[in-house]
């Protein structure tokens, strides 16, 4: 009897990539497909519908590969390297491209931000100053 698998699924600035491990911690099968970045002056976005369509291919891939064994997939996590903004509808479609954490162009967000007394208490007891990569400026 094949043991347990668990899919990870991550998405890049540059690839959406599956990996089949084994429980053990051995890769059973991987697949990759490119993504368009669209980066123009301080903006840095990706299409979440891209997303969407590549991770079904890499993970149709995989699993095409390990075949039968496919069956004991029991674990399922999606990663990405940080967090993006994406603006939805109403049904949890999106509307436009994704705001990806590079993108720069909430610096006048950021300032206004620092320049609040409750940024500034969080920033006394993170260190962290803010800046047009966090979210709340996006």
Avoid: H
């Amino acid at each position: 009897m094949t043991s347990k698998i668990i899919l990870v699924v991550n998405l890049g600035l540059k690839s959406v990539r599956c990996i089949a491990f084994s429980i053990g911690g051995n890769v059973l099968a991987q697949a990759s497909r490119p993504i368009r970045t669209y980066v123009s002056n301080e903006r840095v976005e990706q299409d979440p519908k891209e997303w969407q369509k590549l991770t079904w291919l890499v993970i149709k891939q995989v699993t095409d590969e390990i075949k039968y064994i496919s069956a004991n997939i029991r674990y399922l996590t999606v990663t990405t390297s940080a967090s993006c903004l994406v603006v939805q509808d109403d049904r949890g479609r999106p509307i436009g491209n994704s705001i990806l954490v590079s993108d720069s162009r909430a610096s006048n967000e950021s300032k206004m931000l620092s320049r609040t007394v409750e940024f500034q208490n969080v920033e006394t007891l993170t260190g962290y100053p803010c800046s047009p990569d966090l979210m709340l400026p996006k």
